[in-house]
């Protein structure tokens, strides 16, 4: 076996954007595995960021990417797109199942494993919630399920409520894509504030709704009380964390809900929509309650359960993410490398 400081790992996805989950899952891997001396590099076609100084860059093209994958120890894959080249890959294969959020890329998904199954050495998933997705390999390929971790000595809460003081906080943060369904958080908050309900909202991220979503609050006159944050900085991001009483998300699809897991940490309780993933999340952590977003009378039932229960739920959270600190998950993942090298 090579020395332990001398192996070397790439992380391949299609596009690297720190703020989608694939994207931060990989760099706070790789930010990790630096730490327990392994030279790690990010390998996409395209890059809407640099990746941190830890972290190598490698830009992938179809002409360069066999040479350049097989320079390194292991192959860790977080797309299906990237399966189809493991037949000739010399090196172990890892394949990170992040799941297909539709149909078509379900498809894709199922075809790649079809193709690569007798070279992909492991699957790794991020829940439970998705294994359906593979059972065209179920048995074929050693899986074990993983959940993405959280830096939870980072995502520590301060407690210093810095917006809207005087107001119930919630929070929302992810990519805005139409299946988040940020648009009935919107809905749900004004209807409350026109039954007199002093509360707020918070959305951070950004992505093909928000215009959308602006044109929205600036319809319902609820610029005041809904504020569209855009992407921000993490340091940034931790102090809206640490500001809300709740962490609230409408969404109809995930895999695994990472600002949740996020919240958590910081000792936020979370009110998740009735989702296979969410209900994992929610059965594992106890750190907050399922709602049915197609009924908002509800979300506000549950908002008023969440307060009622909020200590407990915070304490469970937080307990939820500290086992699942993103230096656990990845020993875990490095007795994963050490069978394979």
């Known amino acids: 076996m090579k020395d332990l400081m001398k192996k070397r790992v790439i992380m391949l996805l299609y596009e690297y954007n720190q703020f989608g989950g694939h994207g931060s899952t990989v760099t706070n891997l790789c930010k990790t595995l630096s730490k327990n001396g392994y030279e790690c590099s990010i390998g996409a076609f395209k890059f809407k960021q640099e990746p941190p100084s830890s972290i190598n860059k490698v830009i992938l093209n179809y002409k360069n990417l066999i040479f350049e994958v097989n320079k390194f120890d292991i ?4 797309q299906p797109k990237f399966n189809y080249f493991a037949i000739l890959i010399k090196k172990p294969f890892i394949f990170h199942l992040h799941g297909a959020s539709n149909k078509i890329q379900e498809v894709n998904l199922k075809l790649s494993l079809l193709i690569s199954k007798q070279k992909i050495k492991h699957i790794i998933s991020i829940s439970k919630s998705v294994l359906y997705q593979i059972q065209i390999v179920k048995n074929k390929i050693p899986l074990t399920i993983i959940h993405c971790g959280v830096n939870s000595d980072y995502f520590k809460t301060e407690n210093k409520k810095q917006f809207n003081n005087d107001s119930l906080q919630l929070l929302f943060v992810g990519v805005l894509y139409p299946h988040k369904n940020v648009n009935k958080l919107i809905e749900f908050v004004k209807n409350m504030i026109l039954n007199n309900k002093n509360i707020n909202l918070q959305i951070v991220g950004d992505g093909i709704e928000f215009n959308k979503l602006q044109k929205q609050i600036q319809k319902e006159n609820m610029g005041k009380y ?11 991001l931790k102090k809206q ?6 962490y609230v998300t409408a969404s109809s699809h995930e895999m695994l809900d990472m600002p949740a897991i996020e919240a958590m940490s910081m000792q936020k309780p979370v009110l998740l929509s009735d989702l296979p993933a969410h209900n994992e999340l929610i059965e594992n952590s106890k750190g907050g309650i399922i709602f049915n977003p197609e009924n908002p009378k509800d979300f ?4 008023e359960e969440i307060i009622g229960k909020k200590e407990q739920f915070s304490h469970n959270g937080r307990k939820f993410a500290e086992e699942n600190d993103w230096d656990k998950i990845t020993k875990k993942i490095i007795n994963i490398y050490n069978e394979l090298i």
């Open 75 to 78: 192959i860790h894959n977080h």
């Open 226 to 236: 809904i504020k569209l944050t855009g992407n921000i900085p993490e340091e940034k």
């Open 241 to 246: 964390f640490d500001s809300c009483d709740i």
């Open 300 to 303: 506000y039932n549950k908002l």
